[in-house]
């Protein structure tokens, strides 16, 4: 990985990182998500988003399958939102998070989910605009707020070790 590349994936100035689309794609077939509250036009994964102008954590998200890939400047934020959200009546919530066990919100929050998934290998996330796709500096977490699916999940955590 190149430096240049390396300064801009450790850093928190840039939140968006597109979430690989087969990762996605594999999520979406078991939880059939309905909300993006983390996105840009170009990097939505859902028909319903918002973008940052919406602002998503002052947004309720009752009543949706969300999926979020959050800004990584203000992970926390978001990882506590996705929390309480679950909290209400069939919430379902996943986050596709840095493995960072070592942090406050992940004791916190993540600790309450109802499944951890440590994706195996490292992602290569998807916008090609902001960088080469390099695997990413950090281990990841698929984590599931709400119901269960424990069953659909073998082959989705295991990426292929980049070469």
Sequence with gaps: ????????????????????????????????????????EETRKCERYYTVE????????????????PPYGDIGKWVKKAYEESLEKDGLVV??????????????????ASSIYFIKGRLKFGNKAMFKTDPAP??????????????AFPAILTMERPG
């Design 138 to 151: 950090f281990p990841s977490a698929v984590v599931v707020f709400g119901e269960e699916k424990w069953a």
């Design 54 to 69: 919406d602002d998503g954590l002052s947004k309720s998200w009752k009543g949706e399958r969300v999926f979020v890939n």
């Design 95 to 112: 986050l596709l998070i840095p493995s960072r066990t070592d942090t406050r919100y992940w004791h916190d929050y993540v600790m309450n």
């Design 1 to 40: 990985m190149d430096t240049q590349t390396q300064k801009l994936m450790f850093s928190s100035k840039n939140n968006e990182w597109e979430t690989p689309q087969a990762l996605f794609d594999k999520l979406n077939k078991t939880y059939g998500f309905t909300l993006d509250p983390c996105a840009t």
